[in-house]
């Protein structure tokens, strides 16, 4: 009998492995699928880091020399097996506008993205939680008129344009909040951390207000389902409060599709944070691949990439991990 | 019934946006001088003297008495700007009376940094930046029509292979892919369409894998396949129908996403090239005077967002009458 309880719990450990291992090679097939694209594209595309070929302010033998000093004047195969090689030692190569390690450059941009998505998920899955709750429990209220008009509404604008309408609204015509930037000029000593916050709000909000659309509806949706079902209808003849029925018994079973819709809603997500960072010169990632693109600077561009595709893996793993912790069927079988 | 206002609603935006260069004026000042005309309110007329080429020569109508006088046959004038300038009348058009003929520019929603009429810039952007989405989704559906199909029918390693694909556009957030792609191939619209397509398929060739391989399991493909048809007869006859209604209706909700993607394209730099007005590119126009002058960039957005409302609005209508079985609920995430 223990024998056979230790044996599944092997199997099962077992398979959960061998699905791990799966993912991570299906993973791996696909970046370097993505990788050898980028580079052929940086290939093909006209113009080079060292500027245009018709510069007549740079001479041929200066230009040579530069090439040969950054590594350009090596064959393209050559250069991505190199790159490659470097990948795999944990070197990104050296930012070809910045002349420092790409690694470093990125490293002081993923902080600032990481603090802006983080806060703007979080304040997303709040705010649509609620008041998609909020919005079935009371169908007239304020909160079910944001629900099914307010929210769509702005979720149907560009982040970048409501990024700019706030910056007009909130930091240039009333002077509430900072337009732009991660800390002032004279932004440390003891008030830091309510400088950090005010330059945070316009960016989180701009980026989760509309996020939380989706979430409010499906939250609104299943907590409609779930008022409805036989055991809200229980619970009430059993003469639990109504309060008590809303969050106690319909709110967990609402609660799946809302944590379902975070693994999905992540990369479109991370990709606002990079457009609301242009429009807010936030310090983070979608700043700095933007100029990396227009500096022609590869290596920069593709160690982005690859730190993107990172982050949208591990919010998808930690969504699918906080999917599972919430509903226990998830773990039974876990789907493929 | 309820939907019928809505629904024309949705579909007259769209379409006044697809056809937006004949309704609007045309934009009267090619020939004028812009500088003059820098960032009018919404609401701006501008007097004008017509010159007999049909150039135009705004007056500054505010101040004291009027912007133009007579002396001999000369007319001196009072430009926008500030300047006087002195024009022969054989210069300028004139009505049967002799008399100089003057005009009414009108400026409903302004103008831009360039002088240009915003209500024409936003009028032909419109179809720009429809056409770029309309055509990336459609071109990402018929995408996700043949791939998922043959993942889903071939199964095997064509499915793992198709499948790896798919997953490896869909590890990145989609704007930053773009944008990548788009930075190295000289935008035009063409490419940012077809991009919008490369990019977008991934999603919809899910669902399309999903049914096809329901379908392949079903007796039907068997009966076809015990009858003789082909692969690709079975593939286009008797699955295709099975996959179509889902695939309208996700790439339906998908639509508007398409536009913010184009527009958010734009303004990060690498979208349509101006002069080439799309509203992604107006509305990036418009930073550079955000607190001189509001409307630039705050009216074509407003646009923007009525088309993605429409859009998703339609998609939700699609699902309803295509879906009967599934409540008309929000669009999926992005």
């Known amino acids: 009998m223990a024998e056979r309880d230790t044996e599944t719990v092997w ?21 370097l699928l993505v990788l ?71 490293g002081e941009a993923l902080g600032p993205t990481l603090l802006l998505s983080g806060t703007a998920l979080a304040a997303a899955f709040a705010l649509g939680i609620a008041l998609g709750t909020r919005a079935a429990a009371r169908p007239r209220g304020l909160a079910a008129w944001a629900v099914r008009f307010g929210l769509p509404a702005l979720d149907a604008a560009p982040p970048f344009w409501l990024g700019l309408v ?58 409609r389902r779930a008022l409805a079902s036989p055991a809200a209808a229980t619970a009430r003849a059993l003469g639990v409060p109504e309060r008590r029925v809303i969050w106690h018994h319909a709110f967990r079973a609402a609660l799946q599709p809302a944590l379902v819709l975070l693994g999905l809603g992540l990369p ?9 960072e242009v429009v807010f010169s936030w310090p983070g990632l979608g700043s700095l691949t933007q100029r990396a693109l227009l500096a022609r600077d590869a290596p920069l561009a593709l160690g982005s990439l690859l730190l993107y595709a990172l982050l949208v893996l591990a919010g998808g793993a930690l969504a699918e991990l906080l999917a599972r912790r919430a509903d226990p069927r998830l773990r039974e079988e876990p789907p493929r | 019934m309820r939907h019928t206002a809505p629904l024309a609603l949705s579909a007259a935006v769209l379409t006044a946006g697809l056809l937006g260069p004949l309704l609007a004026p045309a934009d009267p000042l090619a020939s004028a001088s812009p500088a003059a005309l820098r960032l009018l309110p919404p609401g701006s007329r501008v007097p004008a003297l017509v010159g007999s080429d049909g150039a135009l020569l705004p007056l500054d109508a505010r101040g004291p008495g009027s912007a133009w006088r007579l002396d001999g046959d000369e007319i001196i004038a009072r430009l926008r700007g500030g300047a006087e300038r002195r024009v022969p009348l054989a210069a300028l058009a004139r009505d049967a009376a002799g008399a100089p003929r003057l005009t009414t520019l009108r400026f409903p929603l302004g103008t831009d940094g360039f002088g240009r009429d915003l209500l024409s810039r936003i009028a032909a952007g419109a179809r720009v930046s429809l056409a770029i989405g309309l055509a990336g989704i459609l071109g990402a559906a018929l995408l996700a029509l043949a791939i998922g199909l043959a993942a889903g029918l071939a199964g095997g390693l064509v499915d793992a292979l198709l499948s790896r694909a798919g997953d490896a556009v869909l590890s990145f957030p989609r704007i930053v892919l773009v944008m990548v792609l788009a930075a190295w191939l000289a935008p035009s619209a063409g490419v940012l369409a077809a991009l919008l397509a490369l990019t977008g398929w991934p999603a919809l060739a899910r669902l399309v894998r999903a049914d096809a391989r329901v379908a392949a399991r079903s007796g039907l493909l068997a009966a076809a396949r015990a009858a003789g048809a082909g692969p690709l007869r079975r593939a286009l006859v008797h699955a295709l129908p099975a996959v179509l209604p889902t695939l309208i209706v996700a790439a339906a909700l998908r639509a508007g996403s398409y536009l913010l993607v184009e527009a958010s394209l734009s303004f990060l730099g690498f979208g349509v090239p101006p002069p080439h007005p799309s509203w992604g590119n107006i509305i990036a126009d418009g930073r550079e005077v955000l607190l001189e002058a509001w ?28 879906e009967p079985t599934v409540r008309a609920t929000s669009p999926p995430p992005r």
């Open chain 1, 36 to 106: 050898v694209l980028v580079f052929v594209l940086l290939e093909a595309a006209p113009g080079s880091a060292v500027g245009p070929g018709d510069d007549p302010s740079v001479s041929a033998a200066d230009r040579a020399r530069l090439e040969a000093a950054l590594g350009l004047d090596r064959p393209a195969p050559e250069r991505f097996a190199r790159y490659l090689r470097g990948l795999l030692r944990g070197d990104l190569g050296t930012s070809l506008s910045r002349s420092r390690p790409v690694a470093a450059v990125l």
């Open chain 1, 268 to 276: 479109a997500l991370v990709g606002g944070a990079a457009v609301v």
């Open chain 2, 295 to 322: 409307w630039v960039s705050t009216l074509p957005g407003l646009a923007l967002a009525a088309a993605v409302l429409a859009a998703n609005y339609l998609g939700d209508r699609a699902r309803a009458a295509l």
């Open chain 1, 166 to 223: 706030a910056i007009l609204a909130f930091a240039w015509k009333l002077g509430w909040l900072p337009a732009s930037h991660m800390r002032s000029p004279a932004g440390s000593g003891p008030a830091a951390p309510l400088d950090l916050l005010a330059h945070l709000a316009l960016p989180m909000g701009v980026l989760a207000l509309p996020s939380a659309a989706a979430v409010a509806r499906h939250q609104w949706d299943a907590m």
């Open chain 1, 11 to 31: 199997g099962r450990r077992g398979r959960r492995a061998a699905r791990v291992l799966r993912r991570a090679g299906a993973w791996l097939v696909t970046l």
